[in-house]
Structures are given as structure tokens and as C-alpha cells.
């Protein structure tokens, strides 16, 4: 648990999501570590349910006793005291949760306008991030790579010349967009937001699945690499989550490293 | 344009989409239609500038004098007046417009949890809007779908035989959970929300891309297709909006009918 002053000002949230990989539930542990607000991050707590707490909040068939709904997939974030008449609140889908913890974490923007843009940004990444993983996993989520890996060669081809740079040229011209206030560090306004910090983790998850095509491709986007990347590795509470052990390392999750499917 | 008596005490919100599809502009149309609220859906107005709109908001390189970003992707909500210092606010993806809207148009939620819900709801429906998408391009988005056929009819048979189902039954578990207060007819509370319009749509879409494997499963979710797809086709604003000639057919958009990726 990241341990920060503010810890005893936020409800103890809870991040329910599968242990040992970062997965979709980093976006939630990046905003809660670039706010400096302490969680539990349930499933990888020493001592904790492991993955049990996920498969139970999975698991539900009805309205629980807590008045939450059933999760279609984790991540979920609870947040004790929040639901309805004093239960906890569940909510799942990155993007919602997000959503939710950008207003309580002031990660959100100044005003409404920078709330939809933030979202939106988000979003975009968030497909990025979702189009990775389709690269190793094209025809079927519940088969292995081995049983697709001849549509992955097609797909991650396809990925690596026509998508990646479809996507980083489009946030290149958004942090170009927002110079005069962002400075190249922030995609909206003059300060960080939930949007940075979930394309920074796309960004960082495909220089480790992709490092040739990467290599070859970030001198087109200076400002996306050289100016954005940097900033929000050293901005406080992000460096010192990223020099912790709570940083999971990439591995058999939504960003891997099959040389084959890699600029070669 | 839908007229309602609600028209003049909204801002003329106007939709930046693809002309003659439903697409995921639709989503967006069944919100306004959904509240009785007027609305321009530009490409489609007689007289109006067609595709044009759109280009010019995708193609923007940098701050446009607005002080809007660049757009990644259709549909965009442009709203006269609601941007910085008065200008138009211009923002996309269609999820953060949803959000947006939802609050304007009271269809987001009586209460944080519920507008919680409501969007991961939304998010979840849109997930397999997009799965039904990826099973006529399970490769590449730019690419024909004569030139990956074989591989459609691999995607295809899975998001039919594993994802569907999965989706549908947790929707059914959604109802089931909200019963009480939904009565089947709505997944969050005892009112429509954009959730409700959205999911709608993608079962709508469903029937029209795989009438055979809908047909063969609809028994399954007695909630979901008695109670819920009915009583949403016969609200108010939507029923009138489905027999308008505002509503387009599904045709080689999103939804597409190849019988050889239906059940036989």
C-alpha cells in the first residue's frame, strides 16, 4: 500500500483485479499513485485473498446484500461507505472507474470541457491498449497465442504499419494542440490528468512488446517521447511507484513480447 | 431534426457523423430521441455539408481558433456556446459523449452510484458492439472483408459460441439484480438511462448481423428480450424515432448480414 499523507483524508478504496500482472488494472494504480492517495490493492497484499476477491465480485448472480451490481470483468474499484445507504460502492470498467476516481483525485480537468476531453483522451488510449492485445489474441480471448499465431502475424503487420502510428500521431498533434498550456507534458490543460497517465502506460506497455517498431518510430513524435514520456516518469508519486516493488513488470498480460510479431 | 417542446431550452447540439449509417452515431441519436430533445445530425440534414463536416474535424492539425482538440475518430457532439470562454465545445469518443449527454439530458443516473453503473453498463455494451464489429475484420480495420474472410469465419464462430453468450447472460444477471426497481425493463434504477438505449441498439444490431444465432437464444434471456428490448422500442421518443425515416437501416456499417458468419 502506498503510504502518503493524504491516506487518512480518502475512503480506504479497494482495487479488485487478478494478481502478479499489471494488466488494465495499472490505469487504476497509476491515478491512485500520481495522486498520492493510498489503496489496497487486494488481490497482491501479502497475506490478502489473491485472486479470490476478484472471482467473488465476478462470481455474483444478483444484487448482492451491498445493493451493487454484478462486474462483467475486473478491474472493479470498492470503495467502502460510498454506495447506496452507507454499503460499499463496486464499480467496474476502467474507463468508468477512471471516470470516478479522476473528480475524487482532482485528475480530471478544471472544468467541463477538460472533463469530456480527459475522458476522451483516455478512451483512445484505452483502445490503443485494446488493439495491443488483439495482436496476440486475433481470433479467440479464451484460446493460447500458439492456437492463433499465423491470424497474429496478420494482425500485429497490420497493427505495426497502419494503427500504432495512426495513434501516436494523433496524441503527437494533441500535445501540439496544448503546448502553449501543457508544455508537451500534459494532453489537456496545464496540469496531469488521468489521461496522461493511461497513455503513458500504453506507451511504456508497447516500447515492451514492440521495442523495434517503437525504436524505429519515436523520432517521428518528439513531444509524445522526448517531452510527455519523460515528464510523467519523474512527476512525484509516479517515479516513486515506478522504483517500487508495487510495479508489476510486463510479462503474459495485454502487452507481450513475441519477437515474431515485433518490426523485425 | 426531431421537434420537441424541450428543443429551445437546449443548446442546438449538433452530431458530427458518417452520413447514411447508424454507426456508432446512433448511439448518440437514440440519447437525444430517448429525451425528446432537437438535435442536428449534420452529415444527414437535406442541404447540409454531408460528409464535409466530418473531414474537417478529423483533419484538423492543431488547436482549431475554437480552442478544441483534434478529434480522433466519429462521433463528435458539437454544442454551440459550451466550450471555452463561449466558443463551441467539441468533444468525441462515443462513451465520453454518452457521459455528457446523460447529465444534460437526465438519462445518467439519479446518484453517483448509479451514474457509476450507467456508464459501465454503457461501456460493457459498447465492448461487444465493437466484438460484433471485429468479426467481419478480425485483421485489419483498412482491409476489406473478402480479404479476410477465413479468418472472420474463426472470429465469428467464438464471438458466437463463447462471447455471446457471456455478454447476454450478464445483461439478464444485470436485470435479474435490478428487478425490484427495474422491473426488467431498465438495468439501473426505475427510469431509462443511456445505458438502456445503448444496450438496446447492439441487440438490435445482433438480430440484424446474426439472425440465426439470435433467434436460437433469445429463449435464454426472457428478461432481456421480452421485457427490456420491448419495453425500450415502445418508449416514448424512441418508439416514434424508430418508425421516422431518421432512423437508417443497418447495412455494411458495424452490423453487417454475411449469412456464412451466422449459425447455419
Known amino acids: 500500500m502506498a503510504t502518503s499523507k493524504k491516506a487518512r483524508t480518502h475512503p480506504p478504496y479497494e482495487l479488485l483485479y487478478w494478481p502478479g500482472i499489471p494488466g488494465r488494472g495499472e490505469f487504476v494504480r497509476l491515478a491512485f499513485e500520481a495522486a498520492c492517495v493510498s489503496y489496497k490493492d487486494t488481490a497482491n497484499e501479502p497475506g490478502g485473498p489473491g485472486a479470490k476477491a476478484v472471482v467473488e465480485v465476478l462470481s455474483r448472480d444478483s444484487l448482492s446484500s451491498d445493493g451493487n451490481p ?4 475486473p478491474p472493479a474499484l470498492r470503495v467502502p461507505g460510498e454506495g447506496k445507504n452507507g454499503a460499499p460502492l463496486v464499480i467496474y470498467q476502467t474507463p468508468a472507474i477512471l471516470s470516478y476516481l479522476g473528480d475524487k483525485l482532482d485528475l480530471a480537468g478544471a472544468d467541463e470541457a477538460e472533463k469530456a476531453w480527459i475522458q476522451a ?52 498533434r494533441i500535445l501540439k494542440a496544448n503546448e502553449a498550456q501543457g508544455q508537451g507534458k500534459f494532453l489537456v490543460g496545464a496540469k496531469l490528468s488521468y489521461a496522461d497517465t493511461t497513455l503513458w502506460n500504453v506507451l511504456s506497455g508497447l ?20 517531452t510527455f514520456y519523460d515528464n510523467i516518469a519523474h512527476t512525484k508519486g509516479i517515479s516513486e511507484y515506478l522504483q517500487s516493488e508495487r510495479r508489476l513488470p510486463f510479462g503474459n498480460g495485454i502487452f507481450r513480447h513475441y519477437p515474431e510479431l515485433d518490426r523485425p
Not at 454484478?70 to 470483468?73: K, N
Open 70 to 73: 454484478p462486474v462483467f470483468a
Open 121 to 172: 483522451h483516455a478512451l483512445t488510449a484505452l483502445d490503443l491498449n485494446n488493439e495491443a492485445h488483439d495482436t496476440h489474441h486475433p481470433v479467440a480471448v479464451s484460446k493460447y497465442y500458439d492456437d492463433q499465431k499465423e491470424e497474429s502475424l496478420k494482425k500485429a503487420a497490420d497493427f505495426r504499419e497502419t494503427r500504432i502510428p495512426k495513434f501516436l500521431s494523433f496524441f503527437e
Open 207 to 226: 516500447q515492451y512488446a514492440f521495442p523495434n517498431e517503437l525504436k524505429a518510430r519515436k523520432k517521428d513524435y518528439p513531444l509524445l517521447f522526448d
